[in-house]
């Protein structure tokens, strides 16, 4: 668990995120640090790793997305939710493609909606 807390602006802020191993393992070497885990895995593996379940939801992610053209975003959350079997997976994907530069993430009204940018 990671707790933060302080402003942002005149705001309070007190924010408490729950991270599971491959969360924090992410963040590591998001900040150019490795866990003893994953120092003990980079080791153990060769240079062309095989895709992990993540890489490959990712890859069906955005080609569902790229076949489509354009979904609104609950449509794109309810097919990334049945692909995932989870909420939380389904939700984690939809953020990683708002963020992702081949989406193109607008604003249709009540919903926001993905297009695939080729």
Known sequence: ????????????????????????????????????????????????????????LWQVAKDLLRKAGQLSGPDLLEQLEGLTGSA?????LLVRLRHSTQVKVASGGDTPLYSWIE
């Open 1 to 56: 668990m990671l707790r933060i807390r302080g402003t942002v602006g005149d705001l309070p802020v007190d924010l408490t995120l729950e991270l599971d191993d491959s969360d924090w393992a992410r963040l590591g070497s998001a900040l150019g640090a490795q866990t003893p885990t994953a120092q003990a895995e980079t080791a153990a593996t060769p240079a062309a790793k095989p895709l992990n379940q993540d890489d490959a």
């Open 88 to 92: 939380a997976a389904g939700k984690r």
